[in-house]
């Protein structure tokens, strides 16, 4: 049986673009609806770079994320892939990505399959959808952190810490419904536009350790448990290296480290930093932010709500600062935990 000669006829039949390329990125098979998708009426060359073609940074967070799962999981039984947005190096049209590395086996190690598929006509980052969601993130945002600080730092007599935590409770349980309720009417309209990579926690918090301690932050992640996560993790890098700039900005000598840890229903990532409590005003500013290299200039409060997360500043003692990046745990069975 010629494999080479049944690889391309099946590629040749797939609707979504396939792309194959070496450990450099450089484009070694195609199929056509990759070249339809592409060219717009050009020819798609073999030993072009497929850099050439999209957006740089997202494909080789992604390839980053498949080597440490790799090498963490050493030869799992079935190849993981990652699922990403990326656009055109015009800006002009949206992808949703999946990537998998071939088997050393079988191409050069390093290789890798790239499956495209075309949602420019869903993926604007100012979709009145979207726009109509965030007008609940932030008195949903208030709420859940004053129920934190009401909790863990009592300021009041018990009769009226406890009328105010009940009145706060109610209040934040019929907003998140409303806009769960609202966010799903949604959802239902983009329920095939996921693009977000299934992950559990060792890997995620592995992961993002060795990103941020590569550029000397230390991590403290949690060892005991591990977990599901869908997480569009080009997105959260960029989110945490983005406050990561923004608490270094004016005080460079100062000890900044992250804690990754477990919560009931999401898992956290705190930056923790000598200064004072950071006033919601100021994380809304952040919010609005465009970090560098955002696939299509979304804000750090738009790429966190892709992923259902959040970012606000619980209240520290001992003249601490901090921000904490929640992510819901995947699935409804997983939140027990």
């Known amino acids: 049986m010629d494999h080479g000669a049944l690889l391309k006829t099946l590629l040749h039949e797939l609707q979504e673009g396939v792309i194959v390329c070496d450990p450099d990125a450089k484009i070694t098979l195609f199929n056509r609806a990759a070249a339809d998708l592409f060219c717009r009426g050009q020819s798609l060359c073999r030993g072009t770079s497929l850099y050439d073609l999209c957006t740089r940074p997202p494909l080789e967070q992604a390839l980053s994320l498949l080597r440490f799962q790799h090498d963490l999981n050493n030869q799992p039984e079935t190849p993981p892939y990652i699922q990403f947005i990326n656009a055109s190096i015009s800006q002009e049209h949206f992808y949703r990505c999946r990537v998998s590395l071939l088997p050393s086996v079988t191409a050069a190690e390093g290789s890798f399959v790239i499956i495209f598929e075309d949602i420019t006509a869903w993926y604007i980052p100012d979709n009145p959808l979207y726009m109509k969601i965030e007008e609940f993130r932030s008195p949903m945002t208030n709420l859940r952190a004053a129920v934190e600080n009401l909790t863990e730092y009592p300021e009041m007599s018990p009769v009226m810490r406890s009328a105010f935590e009940n009145v706060l409770v109610q209040e934040s349980l019929s ?7 609202f966010a799903s009417s ?120 892709s992923m259902d997360g959040d970012i606000w500043s619980p209240q520290q003692e001992n003249s601490q600062s901090s921000l904490r990046l929640a992510l819901p745990i995947a699935g409804k069975a997983d939140k027990s935990t």
């Open 175 to 181: 907003l998140t419904e409303a806009f769960n309720s």
């Open 186 to 305: 949604c959802r239902v309209i983009m329920q095939t536009q996921n693009h977000l990579a299934a992950m559990n926690t060792e890997v995620l918090f592995g992961y993002v350790a060795q990103h941020l301690q590569a550029n000397n932050i230390s991590v403290a992640a949690s060892p005991d448990q591990t977990i599901g996560a869908e997480v569009d993790i080009f997105g959260l890098l960029l989110v945490l290296d983005f406050l990561v700039n923004w608490i270094l900005q004016d005080q460079k000598e100062f000890s900044l480290s992250c804690a990754a840890h477990i919560g009931k229903h999401f898992i956290y990532f705190d930056l923790l930093w000598p200064g004072p409590f950071i006033p919601t005003t100021v994380v809304e500013k952040i919010l609005a932010e465009i970090p560098a290299y955002s696939i299509g200039g979304m804000t750090v409060g738009a790429i966190l709500h």
